[in-house]
């Protein structure tokens, strides 16, 4: 140990002064004007974050002793290496590498190595830390015979630390079946199905870092997303990629990525499901391009004393040829008055002129081809579009006819047509249907990766908007069909992947849990044949005894008794989510209150002092909590519209725990829960 802690103490007094020499770079030497100087000044201000010695964070977690030189022929003798493997890479004076980064080619069998395929590795050696010192390790020596496999004690203590503060990265301890989907090549869309707490959301963050590191430049220019769910949820994931030295990758949910109208109105789950069918993008082509008219009259253009005729069969020759041709509607727009102008050059060329660049662009903008123009492609507006189509019944008849049946077209219009644009009560599907005529206008511009979280939730609509956010890049798909919850939640990812656009993605599947512990996740794993008949269950690495409680409770007692199982929960360290129906959540507010016992909402950061979060059902997804209560199971199944979306809230609800779980109910439990 006295080895790895001169180490440590040598690694950390070299990134130090890494820091220090990139703070004391004085630009005015390279840059040449006050651009550039801002420019650089932000590139270090960033260099120097990314440096910070993160106080907790250990600079290390493991050790790679390769029997030879990696990369040197392997011959007789040639002499083995040591890597010592951390968050970042960090070298000496001389430029000798200290800590190599994770994500580096020769950190890969850390993750990978195994005793069937030792990958040229003598030893891996894991680091534990307590409070930043460095307590203890674990030992493979995976070309040894002798040697079996052992679980790992350090990946248990990991998973059991308590949690403060927001999601923590997983960088020490990522299993070979996630790395396999993190170091997957960029130019491939992955889609991940997995159980809950099988690692999806910390495989995903770990592969925008991986990728950032492999193809920066690409992607530095191109940029990179994550997509989650809600607000909260953002809240709780966003210092991973930061902790990994990543600080450029944006976060938004699909209502932030649609937001050109302001969302004010709400759906009936029908309308909605509607708005959200496949079936309303070619609805929305359709109005789009209502307005082509193929022309009937000549273009007459006067120049000097002489004019040009251009008759309507060349016209309408051009206008076809552009509505037939596969660019977006305000590119053919704008296209429109420049080919007319060409048709009127060409006469003039067959008349001995010889006209140049100028005289086409002054042509197109005469009033005579502004008019064919408006008259048979005409400028639209995407949301004045969508606002006719569901305010004016017969445009929607026309645009939808073929495709939505009279019951549906009713469904969808809005009872009381808007009188503008300022005045519409846009619904969160609208916003999306808005998005999408954007894109039928003018092609959206694509990043260069995209992680969607919780994507089983998705319409294919909202599919459909995210995919046209990496049409030219790739993604990572990660969800769950047991926990999709809304009415129109993924039943099959090829399906959801032909929406996104990204029919040839793969689709992996993540089967070990690491959140549940194995009596908890099987527990919740017997609502499986009615929410999801087609999925496996998890198995679990965690063995915590007694980490399930099931107390049943009469009614008048089930706010007090909650009370106190979070008060008892309490007396554990970490996190405690009460997580209950949400028409439950101002009254078990108020006992928790009264009880003195004070709460916070989802999003709110636990600290040492605040480690109690009261959750409403429909904001769990996602989240976990080390100690769990969780609210009367019967209310919970009642808040959803249908039985199967109450059962698979539940089937959320009930895998948020990490180390304990306490259900407490009035009423039966649902009949798959009853032993
Ligand atoms: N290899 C690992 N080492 C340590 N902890 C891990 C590992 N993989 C996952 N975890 C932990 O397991 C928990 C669940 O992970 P995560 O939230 O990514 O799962 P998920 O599949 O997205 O779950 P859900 O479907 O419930 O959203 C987290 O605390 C995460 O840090």
Redesign the pocket.
Known sequence: MGRERDHLAASRAALRSMRQDVEALDIADVAANWVNAQVLTAQIDTRIKALADLAHTPLFFGRLDYRHAPGVELAEGAEGESFYIGRRHVHDGDGDPMVIDWRAPVSQPFYRASRTEPMDVALRRRFGYTGGELTAYEDEHLSDPEESDTSSRL?QA??ERPRVGP??D?VA???PE?DEIVRAGVTGTVCVQ?A????????GLHRVAYLLYAHRDRLARTGTLVIGPNASFLQYIEQVLPALGELQVKQATVDDLVAHVEVRGADSPAAARIKGDARMAEVLRRAVRSGIRMPTEPVMVVRGSRRWRVPAYELEEIVRELADRDIRYGAAHDALPQRIAHAVLVQMERAGEAPDDRVQDAVARTPAVKAAVKACWPSVDPAKTVLRLLSDPEFLASCADGLLGEEEQREIRWARPARGLKAARWSAADAVLVDEAYDLVQRTSSLGHVVLD?AQDLSPMQYRAVGRRCSTGSATV?G?LA?GTTPWATASWAEALSHLGKPEARVEE?TQG??VPREVIAYASRLLPSIAPGLAPATSVREAAGALSIRPVPAEGLDAAVVAACRESLGHEGSIGLIAADPRIPALSSALAAAGLPHLSPGEETSASARLTLVPASLA??L?YDYVVLDDPAALVAAEPDGRTGLRRLYVAL?RA?SGLTVLHSDPLPEALVD
């Open positions: 990946l990991e998973i999601m923590r997983i301890t990522i299993q996630q997995g809950p707490g099988t690692g999806k959301t910390a495989v919780e990660l769950d926990q993540l690491f959140r997804k996602g976990e895998t990490v």
